[in-house]
């Protein structure tokens, strides 16, 4: 039988880079043709084959409801059939608006955009704007999308500032980032001590995503917090992945800390492209058109996006819904713990909400150094087995995976079965 994703993805690397429009989508990490997506439903995707997998990347987070959720493909429905776009305002827009500030207490008034980078990068310029100031400060494997200043990597000394990770970055793009060790306290005390009057924001992610899944403690997210007040700098949380995914009220209600700035994404447009960046009024009124900080989008708070992203919200809000996703996501990781454990294979796991990650080592990483240290090969068997059984998983090292409203407890056992065969076989 002829393998269709191989003859589609020859047919994309002709016309697209590398054949795919984001790196991650490549399998260049794992090796293999990548699967071409056909359709979904549930807690499943099919590929180009028809082949059925149990779907743990969830569109990278959004799909919280799982994909096809009836109430919102009546609501995008609807939407459609009434406009596809405007370039003008809406009242979805403000009911949008509405319904995120009710849930993100540190947000009195949010901006709407279409993409978690678009939000992130314009939150820094409405920081260094808001201070007058010109130092970010980041942490080494919190990723907040491909903006050139964010497109750094770690400085060769203690609390040094980074050099460029990608090609068309110059470095005096980055000359005012930081990037320090994530969940480094010594560091943080000295980037603050050494800079702290240029400081004009702390961005992270309180539970990281992109080196898989590693939570800032709370002694150091509360240390954040302290310095950044102490100082006069902003705490940017950036909550694109973990934003009503993790809670209702973000890793901020997890942790208990109030940010400054708030950037969303992923769960509140529902698999639409739609983010948002939020904060106290004093500071969101230094954008435009009220104040001197710049920033637009021409299909900002698209009215289908908005439509979706209101119906999914609508959803997670009713009683126990997180409660369940929790339960079901800790049922899968302990499951895999214990498969792993049963076959004498190093695994560690950890999740919260519908969002989790684990680690083919003893102990839970705290920083992008020792998740790096992880057995690449081990990873890629693993991957490939799950694939080759039915089961989805990001096809890289360093991505987290999210758990659906849709996972059934077949699904989940399905899964653990699938893994305990694999770590079997080793």
């Known amino acids: ?26 399998f260049k990490a794992v090796g293999g043709t990548p699967r071409f997506i056909q359709r979904a439903q549930g807690a499943y995707f099919w590929d180009a084959n028809d082949q059925r997998y149990i779907d743990y990347i969830g569109s990278w987070g959004p ?7 009836p109430a919102v493909v009546e ?85 040094t500032f980074g050099n460029p990770t990608s090609a068309g970055v110059p470095p005096e793009v980055v000359q005012h980032t ?3 060790e994530y969940n480094n306290l010594q560091q943080l005390e000295e980037a603050f001590a050494l ?87 004093a500071i969101m009124e230094q954008l435009a058109p009220l104040g001197p900080v710049y920033q637009a989008g021409t299909l900002s708070g698209n009215p289908v996006a908005t439509a979706c992203g209101l119906a999914t919200l609508k959803e997670i809000s009713k009683p126990g819904f997180y409660e369940a996703l929790a339960k079901k996501t800790r049922t899968l990781v302990d499951g895999l713990k214990a498969a792993a454990a049963a076959e004498g294979q190093p695994f560690n796991a950890d999740s919260e ?6 680690f083919l080592m003893n102990e839970l990483p705290q920083n992008y150094a020792t998740v790096m240290t992880t057995d690449n090969a081990q990873f890629n068997a693993l991957f490939h087995g799950l694939l080759d059984r039915g ?8 991505e987290a995976g999210f758990v659906s ?6 699904d989940i056992a399905a899964t653990i079965a699938a893994a305990r065969d694999i770590f079997s076989k080793r």
């Open 391 to 398: 089961v989805y998983i990001a096809p890289a090292l360093y």
């Open 75 to 159: 609501a995008v429905q609807k939407a459609v059939l009434e406009g596809f776009s405007y370039g003008a305002p809406t009242e979805r827009e403000i009911e949008l608006a509405e319904a995120i500030l009710a849930l993100v207490p540190s947000m009195e008034m949010v901006r709407l955009v279409s993409s978690g980078t678009e939000a992130a990068m314009s939150a820094l310029r409405l920081a260094r704007g808001a201070t007058g100031r010109k130092t970010i400060v980041k942490f080494e494997g919190c990723y907040h999308g491909h903006a050139d200043a964010l497109l750094v990597k770690a400085g060769s000394g203690l609390a």
């Open 63 to 69: 799909m919280i409801l799982g994909h096809g959720h």
């Open 195 to 281: 800079h702290s009057k240029d400081i004009a924001c702390l961005m992270i992610e309180a539970i990281a995503g992109n080196m898989n899944f590693v939570r800032a403690t709370p002694a150091f997210a509360k240390r954040c917090r302290e310095l950044c007040t102490q100082h006069g700098a902003l705490l940017i949380f950036d909550e694109v992945m973990t934003g009503f995914r993790v809670g209702l009220h973000g890793a901020q209600g997890v942790l208990g800390i109030t940010p400054d700035l708030t950037v969303l994404g992923k769960v509140i447009g529902g698999g639409m492209p739609l983010a948002a960046f939020g904060g106290p009024r």
């Open 405 to 410: 409203a849709a996972h059934s407890e077949d």
């Open 1 to 26: 039988m002829t393998d269709q994703n191989d003859l589609l993805f020859e047919r994309a690397r002709a016309v697209i880079p590398g054949g795919v429009n984001s790196p991650v989508r490549a």
């Open 178 to 180: 930081l990037v320090l």
């Open 353 to 358: 909400g519908g969002m989790f990650g684990f």
